[in-house]
């Protein structure tokens, strides 16, 4: 069982926005960054947002980061087919003094 | 370009002992040893883990609890390479292994590995 917690499954259609949370508590997310990976079928997982909402060079403003508390949120908005992959969360765990990652959330694009 | 090259993928039998790379290059500012590396594992159609992490400077290392002392984690610098080691595998080894740099800013990883898949079995 994961620390963090991400519902197993997302879908939207293509174009809409869709939201992937992420929730833990005052050890993890409450008093650490948060960062979001894309893991695409078949390939490694790749960064896509740090520091809860900055993204890295090149990738798309399609993708937003936010925190609130202990929980975190991905959007994605303007879903394309090719975002069809499993988001991960992860940040560092003060009490654990262990990098911790959310189970997962595979996204379909119906 | 920063790139991360792991070793192929190995096919072993459980008690057998294994070493897997990971070769780092094109780092702009600093160099491999500069930066802290990670290995993360993946069980089949499972989310990720964090195994541990090695600052190859000085080869201080890391474990996450459930890793520690069932794997090894080294560096050598020399040649901008880590390593994940097990000293006898066991068929719940079998997974993909990632390594990942650790970005110099926070607990997060900006270049990933394109993964070993270890298979144990006999």
């Known amino acids: 069982q994961s620390v963090l917690t991400q519902p197993p499954s997302v879908s939207a259609a293509p174009g809409q926005k869709v939201t992937i949370s992420c929730s833990g508590s005052?050890?993890?997310?409450?008093?650490?960054?948060v960062s979001w990976y894309q893991q695409l079928p078949g390939t490694a997982p790749k960064l896509l947002i740090y520091d809860n909402n900055k993204r890295p060079s090149g990738i798309p403003d399609r993708f937003s980061g936010s925190k609130s508390g202990t929980s975190a949120t991905l959007g994605i908005t303007g879903l394309q087919t090719g975002d069809e992959a499993d988001f991960y969360c992860?940040?560092?765990?003060?009490?654990?003094?262990?990098?911790?990652f959310g189970g997962g959330t595979k996204l379909t694009v119906l | 370009e920063v790139q991360l090259v792991q070793s192929g993928a190995e096919v072993k039998k459980p008690g057998e002992s294994l070493k897997i790379s990971c070769k780092g290059s094109g780092y702009s500012f600093g160099s491999f040893a500069s930066y802290w590396i990670a290995w993360v594992r993946q069980m089949p159609g499972k989310g990720l883990e964090w195994m541990g992490i090695?600052?190859?400077?000085?080869?201080?290392?890391r474990y996450s609890p459930p890793f520690q002392g069932q794997v090894t984690i080294s560096a050598d610098k020399s040649i901008s390479t880590a390593y994940l080691q097990w000293s006898s595998l066991k068929a719940s080894d079998t997974a993909m292994y990632y390594c990942?740099?650790?970005?110099?800013?926070?607990?997060?990883?900006?270049?990933w590995g394109q993964g070993t898949l270890v298979t144990v079995s006999s």
């Open positions: 992860g940040t560092w765990d003060s009490s654990l003094s262990t990098v911790v």
């Open positions: 090695i600052y190859p400077i000085d080869s201080d290392t």
């Open positions: 005052s050890s993890n997310i409450g008093n650490n960054y």
């Open positions: 990942a740099r650790r970005a110099d800013s926070g607990w997060f990883f900006d270049y």
